[in-house]
């Protein structure tokens, strides 16, 4: 499986931002996609996913401020990031894997990172 990630930049707080992340090759071997994120010093968190029923889990640091979706017909997951806050500031990593339980997964192949820079 191959995932190719696209959309961060930089941003002002209080700002938007939708990442998409759309998946090739044998994806028939995936059912939830996600994405984490890892800020300078931090440790890598998953920040939010969703499974092929469209079950989605959301970190509670961005509950109600990013939404995760996909579109199956195009093998793409988006993240709508709104309100944006330095805080967010992170590489953010598209990821793709098989379900453990809902939508807790094991991520098995990884697409490239997106800088999302969110200025004060």
């Known amino acids: 499986v191959q995932l190719q990630a696209s959309g961060g930049g930089l941003v002002q707080a209080g700002g938007s931002l939708r990442l998409a992340c759309t998946a090739s090759?044998?994806?028939?071997?995936?059912?939830?996609m996600g994405w984490y994120r890892q800020a300078p010093g931090k440790q890598r968190e998953l920040v939010a996913a969703?499974?092929?029923?469209?079950?989605?889990n959301h970190a509670d640091s961005v509950k109600g401020r990013f939404t995760i979706s996909r579109d199956n017909a195009k093998n793409t997951v988006y993240l709508q990031m709104n309100s944006l806050k330095p805080e967010d500031t992170a590489l953010y990593s598209c990821?793709?894997?098989?379900?453990?339980?809902?939508?807790?997964?094991?991520?098995?192949?990884w697409g490239q990172g997106t800088q999302v820079t969110v200025s004060s």
């Open positions: 969703i499974t092929n029923g469209r079950s989605t």
């Open positions: 990821t793709a894997g098989t379900s453990i339980r809902g939508t807790l997964f094991a991520p098995n192949y």
């Open positions: 090759g044998s994806i028939f071997s995936v059912n939830v």
